[in-house]
């Protein structure tokens, strides 16, 4: 895919949500172009899709690759939401930088 310079989140809310109770992360593997990129994961929880993420923003550079990866004790969520595993109503990536990106298999652990 192509990304904005100013970055984007990929993603989609799910038909039904996600039980991740066993999980303890989340990860995707990432193959930059010919730019860097920066790779972000978020959820979003619960019937109002409240959005909780991580903040890590960790960086690839050009034609490299790298596995994101974001622990569930790492993200957070707005003061009076809770991360419940068995509720996960979204996944999103986030990437940047204009280049063209690979992102595959996005997965939890």
Do not use: Y
Not at 10 to 38: N, S, Y
Not at 93 to 98: Q, R
Request: net charge negative; charged share 20%.
């Amino acid at each position: 895919m192509s990304t904005p310079v100013a970055g984007n989140w990929f993603g989609r809310p799910l038909a039904t949500p996600l039980d991740l109770t066993g999980a303890t992360m989340l990860k995707f593997d990432l193959k930059a172009g010919d730019a860097g990129t920066v790779g972000e994961i978020a959820v979003q929880v619960g019937e109002a899709f409240s959005w909780c993420q991580g903040g890590l923003w960790t960086w690839t550079n050009a034609h490299s690759s790298r596995t994101i990866t974001e622990r569930f004790d790492q993200i957070s969520c707005p003061t009076g939401i809770t991360l419940d595993r068995s509720d996960i109503r979204a996944v999103w990536v986030f990437l940047n930088t204009g280049g063209e990106v690979f992102i595959d298999n996005i997965r939890a652990e």
